[in-house]
């Protein structure tokens, strides 16, 4: 029961950090964004291409913050109907050029028929963006990754990601949803945990098959809308 609550206190600290993080780097960044406004408003700027690339990479930023701060309070959730497929075919591409370049081939297996779920498809989303950044920080170049959605058992879908990087010991699989808890010398540790919270916000359940030298494999169950 300590363990418990030391647990949920080191989770609101978390989040709590996150929230702060969070507001202090959108300051910094709306400066820069007007900066980069200004360097396009120029005649015949011969930066517009790299202005462009700027401002794509300042609204990946905001939306990861946004993300960040949705999980911070959990009232501001939008819950709505959405197709797994979609959300995965979204996140998807934003990793190909990724992936390409780390020669990491992707497999997709996923159904044809319409698997729709209940809840804040961007904190999905998110989770996605969790797992698959792990899987491709596990393999680092030359490998593959496998993205599968799947009926499971009553009522409940599974969306799986698999890898065949580093995989992880026993000992790291118990600490993983553990708050800052990190083995990468830039990691947070705040990935997996985040991913848990969410996934429970939407009464589900993380599953984790690692074997060291082999690869990985993380399932994320979420209960299916049934068919009215
Ligand atoms: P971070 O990625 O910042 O280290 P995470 O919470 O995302 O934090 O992950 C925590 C730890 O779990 C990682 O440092 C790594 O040791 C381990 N881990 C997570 N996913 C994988 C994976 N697919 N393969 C190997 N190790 C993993
Ligand atoms: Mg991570």
């Given at each position: 029961?300590?363990?418990?609550?030391?647990?949920?206190?080191?989770l609101?600290?978390?989040?709590?950090?996150?929230?702060?993080?969070?507001?202090?780097?959108r300051?910094?960044?709306?400066?820069i964004?007007?900066?980069?406004?200004?360097?396009n408003?120029?005649?015949?700027?011969?930066?517009?291409?790299?202005?462009?690339?700027?401002?794509?990479?300042?609204?990946?930023?905001?939306?990861?913050?946004?993300e960040?701060?949705?999980?911070?309070?959990?009232?501001?959730?939008q819950v709505?109907d959405?197709?797994?497929?979609?959300?995965?075919?979204?996140?998807?591409?934003?990793?190909?050029?990724?992936?390409?370049m780390k020669?990491?081939?992707?497999l997709e297996?996923?159904?044809a028929?319409?698997?729709v779920?209940?809840?804040?498809?961007?904190?999905?989303?998110?989770?996605?963006?969790?797992?698959i950044?792990?899987a491709?920080?596990?393999?680092?170049?030359?490998g593959?990754?496998r993205?599968?959605?799947?009926?499971?058992?009553?009522?409940?879908?599974?969306?799986?990601?698999a890898?065949?990087?580093?995989?992880?010991?026993?000992e790291?699989?118990?600490?993983?949803f553990?708050?800052?808890?990190?083995?990468?010398?830039?990691?947070?540790?705040?990935?997996?945990m985040?991913?848990?919270k969410?996934?429970?916000?939407?009464?589900?359940w993380?599953?984790?098959?690692?074997?060291?030298?082999?690869?990985?494999?993380?399932?994320?169950?979420?209960e299916?809308?049934?068919?009215s």
């Amino acid at each position: 029961a300590e363990q418990m609550r030391i647990q949920s206190e080191k989770l609101k600290v978390a989040g709590e950090i996150a929230a702060g993080v969070a507001h202090e780097i959108r300051n910094p960044l709306t400066v820069i964004s007007g900066f980069v406004q200004m360097m396009n408003n120029e005649q015949n700027s011969p930066y517009t291409y790299y202005t462009n690339l700027i401002n794509a990479e300042i609204d990946r930023i905001n939306l990861i913050i946004s993300e960040f701060l949705v999980l911070s309070k959990p009232h501001s959730k939008q819950v709505r109907d959405f197709d797994v497929k979609h959300v995965v075919s979204d996140i998807l591409l934003l990793f190909k050029p990724e992936l390409q370049m780390k020669n990491i081939c992707l497999l997709e297996d996923i159904p044809a028929n319409n698997i729709v779920l209940r809840g804040d498809s961007n904190q999905i989303k998110q989770v996605l963006i969790n797992l698959i950044k792990n899987a491709i920080e596990a393999i680092e170049t030359d490998g593959t990754i496998r993205i599968s959605i799947k009926e499971a058992e009553e009522g409940y879908c599974a969306i799986r990601v698999a890898d065949n990087g580093q995989g992880m010991s026993e000992e790291v699989i118990q600490h993983i949803f553990e708050p800052f808890y990190t083995t990468k010398d830039a990691g947070t540790g705040l990935g997996m945990m985040i991913s848990e919270k969410i996934i429970q916000e939407h009464k589900g359940w993380i599953e984790i098959n690692s074997i060291v030298g082999e690869g990985t494999e993380i399932s994320i169950f979420l209960e299916m809308l049934s068919e009215s």
